[in-house]
C-alpha cells in the first residue's frame, strides 16, 4: 500500500493504489488547500518532495495550469494527480499558491496536449 506523507500537517497515511491525492487528503484530513477539485483554480498545488516515479502522468489541466515552469519546479495539481504503486511526499506553499492561482493558464499547442 502506498503513502503519503503531507508535509505541512505531517499526516502519513496508507492509501490503495492509484488514490488520489486531494480527494485522500480531504477524506483523512492532510490539510491540503483546495477549491474547484477540477484542476482549473490551482489552489491544490503541491511540490512532490519524494516519490515523483510513483505518480501518474501529468495532466493538459496541469500543462496549463502549472505551465513547464512549475512542472519543471517538481509541483503538480493535487486534485489532478494519484499515486500509483510507491511513497511520495508532498509539501505546499502559500506564496506559490498564489502565484498559480493568478497564473493565467497557457494555451496548449495541439501536438502537446496530446502527450
Ligand atoms: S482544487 Fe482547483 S485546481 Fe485543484
Redesign the pocket.
Known amino acids: 500500500m502506498p503513502k503519503i506523507h503531507f508535509i505541512n500537517s505531517n499526516k502519513e497515511l496508507n492509501v490503495p493504489n492509484n488514490s488520489n491525492i486531494?480527494r485522500m487528503s480531504l477524506r483523512y484530513d492532510g490539510g491540503l488547500p483546495?477549491?474547484?477539485?477540477?484542476?482549473?483554480?490551482?489552489?491544490?498545488v503541491c511540490k512532490v518532495e519524494e516519490g515523483v516515479e510513483f505518480l501518474d502522468k501529468v495532466k493538459v489541466q496541469e500543462r496549463r495550469?502549472l505551465g513547464e515552469e512549475w512542472l519543471e519546479k517538481g509541483y503538480r495539481?493535487?486534485?489532478q494527480t494519484f499515486v500509483t504503486n510507491g511513497d511520495v511526499s508532498i509539501s505546499w506553499d502559500e506564496e506559490v499558491t498564489e502565484l498559480v492561482k493568478k497564473r493565467k493558464p497557457d494555451r496548449l499547442k495541439k501536438e502537446f496536449s496530446s502527450v
Open positions: 486531494l483546495n477549491r474547484c477539485g477540477g484542476g482549473i483554480c490551482g489552489t491544490c495550469k495539481l493535487g486534485c
